[in-house]
Protein backbone atom coordinates (compact mmCIF):
# COMPACT_ATOMS: atom_id res chain seq x y z
CA UNK A 1 0.00 0.00 0.00
CA UNK A 2 1.76 3.50 -1.06
CA UNK A 3 2.02 6.27 0.97
CA UNK A 4 -0.05 8.93 1.35
CA UNK A 5 1.24 12.35 -0.31
CA UNK A 6 2.52 14.79 2.03
CA UNK A 7 1.56 17.42 -0.15
CA UNK A 8 -1.94 15.95 -0.31
CA UNK A 9 -2.42 16.26 3.37
CA UNK A 10 -0.87 19.55 3.92
CA UNK A 11 -3.66 20.76 1.23
CA UNK A 12 -6.29 19.29 3.33
CA UNK A 13 -5.15 20.52 6.61
CA UNK A 14 -5.34 24.04 4.46
CA UNK A 15 -8.77 23.32 3.26
CA UNK A 16 -10.83 22.23 6.15
CA UNK A 17 -10.18 25.11 7.98
CA UNK A 18 -12.08 27.43 5.02
CA UNK A 19 -14.24 24.63 3.90
CA UNK A 20 -15.58 24.61 7.91
CA UNK A 21 -15.22 28.76 8.12
CA UNK A 22 -17.97 28.74 4.75
CA UNK A 23 -19.90 26.09 6.35
CA UNK A 24 -20.58 28.53 9.39
CA UNK A 25 -20.77 31.33 7.30
CA UNK A 26 -23.24 30.41 4.79
CA UNK A 27 -24.93 27.73 6.64
CA UNK A 28 -25.70 30.45 9.86
CA UNK A 29 -29.40 30.34 9.51
CA UNK A 30 -29.26 26.90 10.36
CA UNK A 31 -26.99 26.37 12.49
CA UNK A 32 -27.21 29.76 14.84
CA UNK A 33 -29.40 27.60 16.81
CA UNK A 34 -26.37 25.41 17.77
CA UNK A 35 -24.15 27.92 17.96
CA UNK A 36 -23.71 28.53 21.78
CA UNK A 37 -23.72 24.28 22.07
CA UNK A 38 -20.81 24.10 20.01
CA UNK A 39 -19.11 27.25 21.45
CA UNK A 40 -19.19 25.23 24.81
CA UNK A 41 -18.39 21.87 23.44
CA UNK A 42 -14.82 23.88 22.15
CA UNK A 43 -14.45 25.82 25.70
CA UNK A 44 -15.11 23.23 27.91
CA UNK A 45 -14.48 19.56 26.53
CA UNK A 46 -12.49 19.71 23.18
CA UNK A 47 -9.69 22.01 24.21
CA UNK A 48 -9.37 21.06 27.40
CA UNK A 49 -8.62 17.63 25.96
CA UNK A 50 -5.91 18.95 24.21
CA UNK A 51 -4.17 20.18 27.56
CA UNK A 52 -4.74 17.78 29.09
CA UNK A 53 -2.58 15.31 26.05
CA UNK A 54 0.00 17.65 25.72
CA UNK A 55 0.47 18.29 29.55
CA UNK A 56 0.75 14.41 30.23
CA UNK A 57 2.97 14.11 27.09
CA UNK A 58 4.93 17.25 28.28
CA UNK A 59 7.51 18.90 25.78
CA UNK A 60 10.60 20.50 26.82
CA UNK A 61 9.84 24.60 27.35
CA UNK A 62 6.18 24.13 27.42
CA UNK A 63 6.07 25.61 31.29
CA UNK A 64 8.66 28.40 30.02
CA UNK A 65 6.53 29.25 27.21
CA UNK A 66 3.32 29.29 29.42
CA UNK A 67 5.01 32.11 31.70
CA UNK A 68 6.43 33.94 28.35
CA UNK A 69 2.85 34.27 26.88
CA UNK A 70 1.73 35.50 30.57
CA UNK A 71 4.32 37.85 30.78
CA UNK A 72 3.92 39.28 26.77
CA UNK A 73 0.35 39.68 27.51
CA UNK A 74 0.86 42.01 30.46
CA UNK A 75 3.48 43.88 29.09
CA UNK A 76 1.20 44.73 25.67
CA UNK A 77 -1.62 45.54 27.78
CA UNK A 78 0.66 48.21 29.87
CA UNK A 79 2.01 49.65 26.90
CA UNK A 80 -1.23 50.14 25.32
CA UNK A 81 -2.94 51.45 28.10
CA UNK A 82 0.06 54.03 28.75
CA UNK A 83 -0.46 55.32 25.71
CA UNK A 84 -4.25 55.10 24.99
CA UNK A 85 -5.90 55.17 28.79
CA UNK A 86 -8.84 52.77 27.46
CA UNK A 87 -8.42 49.23 29.23
CA UNK A 88 -11.34 47.54 26.88
CA UNK A 89 -9.08 48.25 23.68
CA UNK A 90 -5.72 47.42 25.67
CA UNK A 91 -7.37 44.06 26.82
CA UNK A 92 -8.15 43.42 22.83
CA UNK A 93 -4.92 43.85 21.96
CA UNK A 94 -3.44 42.04 24.76
CA UNK A 95 -5.79 38.95 25.38
CA UNK A 96 -5.95 36.51 22.11
CA UNK A 97 -8.11 34.12 20.48
CA UNK A 98 -5.98 31.35 20.92
CA UNK A 99 -8.73 29.01 21.47
CA UNK A 100 -11.20 28.67 18.36
CA UNK A 101 -8.22 31.13 16.13
CA UNK A 102 -5.00 30.00 17.11
CA UNK A 103 -5.32 26.00 17.21
CA UNK A 104 -6.78 25.73 13.83
CA UNK A 105 -4.54 28.52 11.94
CA UNK A 106 -1.54 26.91 14.05
CA UNK A 107 -2.67 23.22 12.14
CA UNK A 108 -3.63 25.08 8.78
CA UNK A 109 0.03 26.72 8.80
CA UNK A 110 2.64 24.53 10.61
CA UNK A 111 0.76 21.03 11.02
CA UNK A 112 0.61 18.81 14.27
CA UNK A 113 3.93 19.67 15.02
CA UNK A 114 3.08 23.26 15.89
CA UNK A 115 0.22 22.18 18.86
CA UNK A 116 2.52 21.67 21.84
CA UNK A 117 3.72 25.48 21.01
CA UNK A 118 0.40 27.16 20.51
CA UNK A 119 -1.05 25.21 23.22
CA UNK A 120 1.25 26.19 25.64
CA UNK A 121 0.44 29.77 24.33
CA UNK A 122 -2.69 29.22 24.53
CA UNK A 123 -2.53 28.44 28.42
CA UNK A 124 -0.74 31.60 29.16
CA UNK A 125 -2.62 33.78 27.19
CA UNK A 126 -6.00 32.33 28.46
CA UNK A 127 -4.38 32.48 32.26
CA UNK A 128 -4.10 36.14 31.67
CA UNK A 129 -7.58 36.87 30.22
CA UNK A 130 -9.28 35.01 33.26
CA UNK A 131 -8.16 37.34 35.28
CA UNK A 132 -7.36 40.72 33.73
CA UNK A 133 -10.71 40.89 31.58
CA UNK A 134 -13.12 40.85 35.03
CA UNK A 135 -10.72 43.71 35.16
CA UNK A 136 -10.50 45.75 32.43
CA UNK A 137 -14.60 45.71 31.32
CA UNK A 138 -15.90 46.11 34.84
CA UNK A 139 -17.13 49.04 35.67
CA UNK A 140 -16.42 48.22 39.71
CA UNK A 141 -13.61 47.20 41.38
CA UNK A 142 -13.66 43.62 41.65
CA UNK A 143 -12.41 41.83 44.94
CA UNK A 144 -9.18 40.00 44.71
CA UNK A 145 -11.35 36.61 45.83
CA UNK A 146 -13.81 36.67 42.97
CA UNK A 147 -10.78 37.19 40.26
CA UNK A 148 -9.21 34.05 41.58
CA UNK A 149 -12.52 32.31 42.05
CA UNK A 150 -13.03 33.38 38.33
CA UNK A 151 -9.43 31.70 36.95
CA UNK A 152 -9.95 28.64 38.93
CA UNK A 153 -13.02 27.92 37.63
CA UNK A 154 -11.78 28.42 34.12
CA UNK A 155 -11.37 25.06 31.82
CA UNK A 156 -7.94 25.46 31.06
CA UNK A 157 -7.13 25.64 35.12
CA UNK A 158 -9.04 22.91 35.31
CA UNK A 159 -7.49 21.03 31.92
CA UNK A 160 -3.74 21.96 34.22
CA UNK A 161 -5.46 20.78 37.31
CA UNK A 162 -6.49 17.35 35.63
CA UNK A 163 -2.95 16.65 34.09
CA UNK A 164 -1.19 17.60 37.11
CA UNK A 165 -3.04 15.17 38.91
CA UNK A 166 -2.37 12.27 36.06
CA UNK A 167 1.32 13.45 36.08
CA UNK A 168 1.84 11.44 38.89
CA UNK A 169 1.89 7.97 36.48
CA UNK A 170 4.05 7.85 33.50
CA UNK A 171 1.88 7.23 30.54
CA UNK A 172 5.00 7.90 27.98
CA UNK A 173 4.36 4.58 26.79
CA UNK A 174 0.89 5.57 26.00
CA UNK A 175 1.40 7.77 23.55
CA UNK A 176 1.72 6.21 20.39
CA UNK A 177 -1.22 4.20 21.42
CA UNK A 178 -3.98 3.74 17.98
CA UNK A 179 -6.19 4.37 20.40
CA UNK A 180 -4.76 8.09 21.80
CA UNK A 181 -3.86 8.70 18.72
CA UNK A 182 -7.09 8.02 16.79
CA UNK A 183 -8.77 9.98 19.29
CA UNK A 184 -6.59 12.88 19.42
CA UNK A 185 -6.64 13.06 15.46
CA UNK A 186 -10.25 13.26 15.52
CA UNK A 187 -10.36 15.84 18.62
CA UNK A 188 -7.68 18.10 16.80
CA UNK A 189 -10.13 17.54 13.29
CA UNK A 190 -12.99 18.29 15.70
CA UNK A 191 -11.00 22.03 17.30
CA UNK A 192 -10.34 23.03 13.53
CA UNK A 193 -14.12 22.82 12.40
CA UNK A 194 -15.66 23.78 15.75
CA UNK A 195 -13.69 26.87 15.96
CA UNK A 196 -13.91 27.81 11.93
CA UNK A 197 -17.21 26.96 11.97
CA UNK A 198 -18.19 29.52 15.11
CA UNK A 199 -16.18 32.09 13.59
CA UNK A 200 -17.70 32.02 10.17
CA UNK A 201 -21.41 32.13 11.85
CA UNK A 202 -19.83 34.92 13.94
CA UNK A 203 -18.46 37.18 10.95
CA UNK A 204 -21.90 36.41 9.11
CA UNK A 205 -23.64 38.81 10.90
CA UNK A 206 -21.09 41.51 11.58
CA UNK A 207 -20.36 44.29 9.41
CA UNK A 208 -17.13 47.01 9.27
CA UNK A 209 -16.05 49.47 7.63
CA UNK A 210 -12.61 49.74 5.52
CA UNK A 211 -11.25 51.82 8.38
CA UNK A 212 -11.82 49.65 11.17
CA UNK A 213 -9.97 46.96 8.74
CA UNK A 214 -7.15 49.71 8.24
CA UNK A 215 -6.84 50.11 11.85
CA UNK A 216 -6.81 46.39 12.91
CA UNK A 217 -3.90 46.01 10.66
CA UNK A 218 -1.84 48.51 11.52
CA UNK A 219 -2.57 47.66 15.71
CA UNK A 220 -1.60 43.97 15.12
CA UNK A 221 1.13 44.62 12.58
CA UNK A 222 2.72 46.88 15.46
CA UNK A 223 2.27 44.10 17.97
CA UNK A 224 3.91 41.76 15.96
CA UNK A 225 6.78 44.50 15.94
CA UNK A 226 6.51 44.23 19.56
CA UNK A 227 6.74 40.85 19.19
CA UNK A 228 9.90 40.19 17.58
CA UNK A 229 12.05 41.72 20.42
CA UNK A 230 9.63 39.70 22.80
CA UNK A 231 10.87 36.84 20.99
CA UNK A 232 14.57 37.91 20.90
CA UNK A 233 15.00 37.97 24.32
CA UNK A 234 13.43 34.48 25.05
CA UNK A 235 15.78 32.99 22.74
CA UNK A 236 18.81 34.60 24.72
CA UNK A 237 17.41 34.59 28.25
CA UNK A 238 14.77 31.70 28.31
CA UNK A 239 15.76 27.91 27.73
CA UNK A 240 12.83 27.24 24.96
CA UNK A 241 14.16 25.07 22.59
CA UNK A 242 15.80 27.12 19.97
CA UNK A 243 14.00 25.02 17.40
CA UNK A 244 12.46 27.66 14.19
CA UNK A 245 9.30 25.65 14.38
CA UNK A 246 8.90 27.18 18.28
CA UNK A 247 9.53 30.62 17.11
CA UNK A 248 8.03 30.47 13.92
CA UNK A 249 4.93 29.44 15.83
CA UNK A 250 5.49 32.31 18.60
CA UNK A 251 5.20 34.82 15.89
CA UNK A 252 1.85 33.50 14.53
CA UNK A 253 0.38 33.61 18.13
CA UNK A 254 1.28 37.33 18.08
CA UNK A 255 -1.21 37.90 14.50
CA UNK A 256 -4.32 36.37 16.61
CA UNK A 257 -7.09 38.74 16.64
CA UNK A 258 -8.57 39.71 20.55
CA UNK A 259 -10.26 36.84 21.99
CA UNK A 260 -14.06 36.87 21.07
CA UNK A 261 -15.09 36.35 24.91
CA UNK A 262 -14.14 40.01 25.41
CA UNK A 263 -17.42 41.34 23.64
CA UNK A 264 -19.37 38.79 26.21
CA UNK A 265 -17.77 40.10 29.25
CA UNK A 266 -18.36 43.72 28.20
CA UNK A 267 -21.91 42.92 27.73
CA UNK A 268 -22.45 41.35 31.09
CA UNK A 269 -20.37 44.20 33.10
CA UNK A 270 -21.08 46.99 30.73
CA UNK A 271 -24.60 46.89 28.70
CA UNK A 272 -22.07 47.72 25.79
CA UNK A 273 -20.90 46.04 22.94
CA UNK A 274 -17.67 48.79 21.28
CA UNK A 275 -15.10 45.86 21.24
CA UNK A 276 -17.59 43.37 18.64
CA UNK A 277 -16.23 45.79 16.10
CA UNK A 278 -12.57 45.65 17.51
CA UNK A 279 -12.83 41.80 17.30
CA UNK A 280 -14.63 41.41 13.88
CA UNK A 281 -12.35 43.66 11.85
CA UNK A 282 -9.48 41.94 13.61
CA UNK A 283 -9.90 38.65 12.79
CA UNK A 284 -10.60 39.76 9.34
CA UNK A 285 -7.11 41.22 9.93
CA UNK A 286 -6.16 38.29 11.17
CA UNK A 287 -6.45 35.97 8.69
CA UNK A 288 -5.04 38.28 6.39
CA UNK A 289 -1.85 38.84 7.88
CA UNK A 290 -1.64 34.88 8.79
CA UNK A 291 -2.12 34.12 5.25
CA UNK A 292 0.40 36.22 4.17
CA UNK A 293 3.00 35.41 6.73
CA UNK A 294 2.42 31.54 5.88
CA UNK A 295 3.31 32.80 2.69
CA UNK A 296 6.45 34.40 3.55
CA UNK A 297 8.15 31.72 6.33
CA UNK A 298 7.22 28.68 3.86
CA UNK A 299 9.45 30.53 0.68
CA UNK A 300 12.00 31.81 3.31
CA UNK A 301 12.09 28.26 5.30
CA UNK A 302 10.80 25.17 2.57
CA UNK A 303 11.32 22.60 5.32
CA UNK A 304 9.44 24.54 7.77
Same mark, same amino acid.
Given at each position: MGKINPTLIHAMALLLPLISFLIGYWGVAYLQQIRSWLAALLARLLIPLIIIYHMVFYKEGSLWLIGFSICSSILLFSLFYIFAKDKLRALCFSYLNGVWLGLPFALAVFGPAAMPTIIALYIGGSLFGNVSAVVAVSAEKQAP?????? @? %??????? *????? =???????????????????GYAANKFLVTFAGMCILGMWLSKVRIQLSDLKRSLILISIRFVLSLGLA??????????HQMLTYAVM @? %??????? *????? =????HYQGTGYSAKYIASGTIASAILI?????????????L
Open positions: QFIIQN @M %LKSPPVI *ALTVA =AGLSFWDFNAYEFHPVIQWAGTYYFLPIP @M %LYFLLPP *AANIV =ALETGVYGVVVHVLVPG
